[in-house]
Structures are given as C-alpha cells and as structure tokens.
C-alpha cells in the first residue's frame, strides 16, 4: 500500500498561467476528495468523485477550476488563468465508501505559489 | 460564523504533559467526527474516529464526543516532543469533511 500520492509537491507559476495537479489516490479507493488549505486554516473541501462521476462541487471551485477523474483512478485539478489568492495547498483524499464508516485518507500535497 | 471553531494555540507543554485539544460545532447533522495530527507542510494524517457521543481510546489518544454540547475533544496523555504538530477537528454529515483551524501543540523536551 504506498497511500495517496500527489504530483508536483510544488509548483510556483506567474499570474494568468494555467497549472494542473495529479492525484493518484489508494488503488481499491472508489472516492477521490480535493480540498485547499490555506495557511493558518483547516482543509476547505473543493470537490469529490465517486468512480469517475464529480458528484458534489464546492462554491470555492470557481468556473477557472476544472477536475477530471477520467476512468475512476487517478485525478487532475486544473486552474485556468491562475490568481495570486489561487496560493494554497491543495490536498487530494481517497476513500472507500461503505455504509456508514468512511475514512478519508490524505496525500503530501501540492503546494500552490502564484507570483 | 463557521460550522467549527478550534483555538488556534500555539499550545506549548513540557514533555509528559497531559494535553487538552477541544472543537465546537454548530450543525446537528454532522455524524462522525475525527481528528487529523498535521505535521508542517504534510497532509493530515488521521487519528481518530468516532461515531457516537463518549469515549474511544487508542494508545495514548482519546477522543470524547458529547453531541447534546457540540464539543468534542482529543487528550494526549505523556505527551512527546515528537508529537509537536497542528491537531484538525473534522467532522462529516454527507460525504464532504468540515474542518477546524486546527491547533498547534508544542512539546518542550
């Protein structure tokens, strides 16, 4: 089991550039989370797949954010004409949904610095 | 005023300590709650999970839920300078995990 991994671990990018983060959750997880976290704060959930369906998208996920988890495995987050307030690390989670009891477990991270 | 409120700290005690870290919440339709332990510039990692109000001990961790308060807090007993770290409260009443601040816990050696 090599847990939830994340690509880059780090990304700086200029004001207006697009960048796109990879998720790669625990392989039998049917559930992928993404959430931001921005200093000083708790992680703020962004969006959730079950397989390959988006099935619920935050308010915070404005039309310049676009996830894909295209055959039910990995996930790409995407930013389109990236803002300095964009700055944060995004978390990616995965999960096994079973009644009632689910876990989400955390990858590393992508910490996010836009210039 | 947010769905979860957590005391940021820093809370700093000397190794051995028994620590204290507590969450309030105000939606009655969160279920499960758990807590996450947050080294600097990791992900979470979980801790604990609990479903129903009382106790679950793990180790040195326990975890205590009163929902008629909306409290729920996390002790550590004998605390090691290892466990210096920021401690998130989360709690789920649909798929989505809620959030607190987190706290920040230094242990002095």
């Known amino acids: 089991d090599t847990g939830v991994s994340q690509d880059p671990r780090h990304k700086i990018t200029k004001r207006g550039q697009n960048v796109t983060f990879r998720c790669d959750p625990i392989?039998?997880?049917?559930?992928l989370y993404w959430y931001r976290q921005t200093l000083g704060q708790g992680p703020e959930f962004l969006t959730y797949f079950q397989n390959e369906a988006q099935l619920e998208k935050s308010r915070l996920l404005s039309d310049r954010f676009s996830a894909e988890r295209p055959k039910g495995s990995f996930s790409t987050l995407e930013i389109q004409r990236t803002e300095q307030g964009d700055s944060a690390m995004y978390l990616c989670a995965s999960s096994l949904a079973a009644l009632g009891r689910e876990t989400q477990y955390f990858g590393p991270g992508t910490r996010l610095l836009v210039l | 005023q947010k769905e979860v409120e957590q005391d940021p700290g820093p809370l700093s005690v000397p190794e051995g300590a028994i620590v204290s870290l507590n969450c309030t919440y105000s939606?009655?339709?969160?279920?499960?709650f758990m807590w996450y332990r947050q080294y600097s510039r990791k992900g979470p990692e979980l801790l604990m999970y609990t479903y129903s109000s009382g106790n679950k001990e793990d180790g040195r961790f326990t975890a205590q839920v009163d929902k008629s308060s909306k409290y729920i807090s996390l002790f550590i007993r004998d605390s090691q300078p290892s466990d210096s770290a920021t401690y998130l409260c989360?709690?789920?009443?649909?798929?989505?995990?809620?959030f607190g601040a987190g706290t920040i816990l230094r242990v002095k050696s």
């Open positions: 989360a709690m789920k009443g649909g798929n989505k995990l809620v």
């Open positions: 939606n009655s339709a969160f279920q499960y």
């Open positions: 392989s039998e997880h049917n559930r």
